[in-house]
């Protein structure tokens, strides 16, 4: 696909990864796939997507951590996020855009998007962030 935009999926979960992949490559998006937040962080650093979409709860580096440092690269710091995420439901906590700006400091996502994904609200929440 070439003159694709680029979105990097970065989620532990090999089910969520190949649904979402699926969907944006049906909206002609070029997918690359992560398996953790510190393997994202490196496949973003060496070649930095359009679009990232990030799960939360990971192993060896979680969701939080790799937006942190995302939005402190100056490789990645421009680049939209949207987040994926459970842990709304599964901790009944509500994560927000302000939320994560005042306690991580930096400008919060793009965009959330509660798991299981719904891919027409996945879609709108990406066109609503790149257009």
């Given at each position: 696909?070439?003159?694709?935009?680029?979105?990097?999926?970065?989620?532990?979960?090999?089910?969520?990864?190949?649904?979402?992949?699926?969907v944006m490559e049906?909206?002609?998006?070029?997918?690359?796939?992560?398996?953790?937040?510190?393997?994202?962080?490196?496949?973003?650093?060496?070649?930095?997507?359009?679009?990232?979409?990030?799960?939360?709860?990971?192993?060896?580096?979680?969701?939080?951590?790799?937006?942190?440092?995302?939005?402190?690269?100056?490789?990645?710091?421009?680049?939209?996020?949207?987040?994926?995420?459970?842990?709304?439901?599964?901790?009944?906590?509500?994560?927000?855009?302000?939320?994560?700006?005042?306690?991580?400091?930096?400008?919060?996502?793009?965009g959330f998007v509660?798991?299981?994904?719904?891919?027409?609200?996945?879609?709108?929440?990406?066109?609503?962030?790149?257009?």
């Amino acid at each position: 696909m070439a003159g694709a935009k680029r979105v990097l999926i970065v989620d532990d979960d090999e089910s969520v990864r190949m649904f979402v992949a699926g969907v944006m490559e049906a909206e002609g998006w070029a997918t690359e796939e992560a398996l953790n937040g510190q393997q994202g962080v490196d496949q973003a650093e060496l070649d930095v997507p359009d679009l990232i979409i990030l799960d939360v709860n990971m192993p060896v580096m979680d969701g939080f951590q790799a937006f942190q440092h995302f939005r402190n690269s100056p490789f990645t710091d421009k680049v939209p996020i949207i987040m994926l995420t459970g842990i709304n439901e599964e901790h009944g906590e509500d994560y927000s855009r302000e939320r994560m700006e005042q306690e991580f400091g930096v400008e919060g996502p793009e965009g959330f998007v509660d798991k299981p994904v719904d891919p027409v609200f996945l879609l709108q929440s990406v066109m609503g962030v790149v257009g």
